[in-house]
Structure formats: C-alpha cells, structure tokens
C-alpha cells in the first residue's frame, strides 16, 4: 500500500504564497517522479509542476516564475512553493507520484493524494 498525503492548502488573498507538501509512505522501493496537478470545478486536471529524481523540473506555463517545485528524497515529500497567487489558481491541488514498490517493478504512475483545496480571494 501506498499513500500520498497533502497539507499546506488554504485561503490567500491575491498576491500572496502558500507552500504544499505531500508526503509518501508505505511499501516504496524508488520515487522515480512527483508533480502536482490543479482541478477547478467544471475543468480538466492540469499538471502544475514536476520534478524527477535527478532533479529535472517542469513547470505550466501559466505558473513559470511563479511556483517552485522541489523534492526531498530522504523524506519522500515534494513541496510546491506557490507566490504571487492568483484568483485563477484556485482549484483542488493533487500530488501524483510515479514509483515503483518492489526492485522488480512495475512500475506505475497512477498514485494520487486526496488533494487540497487552494482558494484565492480578496
């Protein structure tokens, strides 16, 4: 079994930051991968960022020099530094990872968080 909890969601006013972690535990064997999707209501999920495991990153861009993704392999959590927010940054965010449970694979993409809501208002 594998979990992928979220934290760090809330309400902020335009202009401000929030920081997202989401934390992975039970039977890992590597984090190959892990991102950060958005869905607002009455729209598709979006990838938001990612991040692999020698550090590459990717970035929407509709969040470029806005957010910041990074990982810390020991604790195998990735964070999401968000600044300067906008309304249109609210949406449910979700951690997705991409991993393997044993040395012998396989090999998935398909686990998610339970999201966390981030609100943008005045």
């Known amino acids: 079994q594998v979990q992928l909890v979220e934290s760090g969601g809330g309400l902020v006013q335009p202009g401000g930051s929030l920081r997202l972690s989401c934390a992975a535990s039970g039977s890992i064997f590597s984090i190959y991968a892990m991102g950060w999707y958005r869905q607002a209501p009455g729209k598709q999920r979006e990838l938001v960022a990612g991040?692999?495991?020698?550090?590459?990153?990717n970035y929407a861009d509709s969040v470029k020099g806005r957010f910041t993704i990074s990982r810390d392999n020991a604790k195998n959590t990735v964070y999401l530094q968000m600044n300067s927010l906008k309304p249109e940054d609210t949406a449910t965010y979700y951690c997705n990872a991409d991993l393997a449970t044993t040395p012998w694979g396989p090999r998935r993409s398909d686990y998610w968080g339970q999201g966390t809501q981030v609100t943008v208002s005045s």
């Open positions: 991040i692999t495991d020698d550090d590459s990153t």
